[in-house]
């Protein structure tokens, strides 16, 4: 079993749909990264939260600790929005990542 | 501020050479963090460097890589004698090192294939 575990791994949706993205994790950490990587391209930091909720734009990043569990939400989801949606634990020490394995979101006009 | 600098962006060596990707960390950052994406694979951590110092490399393979973060200069990630198995893109990210800072930036990638 993964430390960090994302679902869903595909997710395909309509222009304007609501979007739910969920991690979890099975070891302690210090904070959690959400990523957004485009094909080919590099890395973006899109939040990193270690409690509460934060929100920049169309995108909403909640996280529970006590139930070790993060949720991403895009709202109003545009085709630019495609790309593979990481996130990534930083470890009790507070030093190393570690990566779920990717949601490939899909925005269909 | 410039951000996290990776080079060359894409690096093409033939079986049996070396390959040294290099990472500059944001301006003020002490601390570098190497990443490795093989193909159709997620992120995976590979080594953590202060500045002078190797502080957790448990994710390095233990034959051909190196890593080394000098006084001055960049980080350099080398591997020697690369095979195809090692075609993938390498990530850096930095962060200040600074006690309750976890945030790391990273570095666009530098995309290795191995022909």
């Known amino acids: 079993k993964n430390e960090v575990e994302q679902s869903p791994q595909n997710l395909t949706a309509q222009e304007g749909e609501f979007i739910t993205i969920n991690c979890s994790y099975s070891v302690g950490i210090s904070a959690l990264h959400w990523l957004q990587q485009h094909p080919g391209g590099g890395i973006v930091s899109l939040f990193m939260l270690s409690s509460g909720k934060k929100k920049h734009g169309r995108l909403i990043a909640t996280i529970n600790i006590q139930e070790k569990h993060s949720s991403l939400h895009i709202t109003a989801s545009h085709p630019r929005d495609s790309a593979v949606y990481i996130c990534?634990?930083?470890?009790?020490?507070?030093?190393?990542?570690?990566f779920g394995e990717g949601t490939q979101l899909t925005v269909n006009p | 501020n410039a951000g996290v600098m990776q080079n060359p962006r894409h690096l093409v060596r033939r079986r049996g050479q070396e390959a040294r990707l290099r990472c500059s960390p944001m301006?003020?950052?002490?601390?570098v963090y190497w990443y490795r994406q093989l193909p159709e694979e997620g992120l995976k951590f590979m080594v953590y460097?202060?500045?002078?110092?190797?502080?957790?490399e448990s994710g390095m393979p233990k034959e051909r890589f190196s890593a080394e973060f000098p006084k001055e200069g960049p980080s350099i990630l080398r591997i020697q004698q690369v095979v195809r198995g090692d075609s993938a893109a390498y990530f850096c990210?930095?962060?200040?090192?600074?006690?309750?800072?976890?945030?790391?930036?990273f570095g666009p990638g530098t995309r290795l294939t191995v022909t």
């Open positions: 301006k003020g950052h002490s601390h």
């Open positions: 460097l202060q500045k002078e110092n190797i502080i957790d």
């Open positions: 990210a930095s962060s200040p090192g600074l006690a309750g800072i976890y945030e790391q930036y």
């Open positions: 990534a634990a930083v470890g009790a020490s507070g030093s190393r990542l570690t």
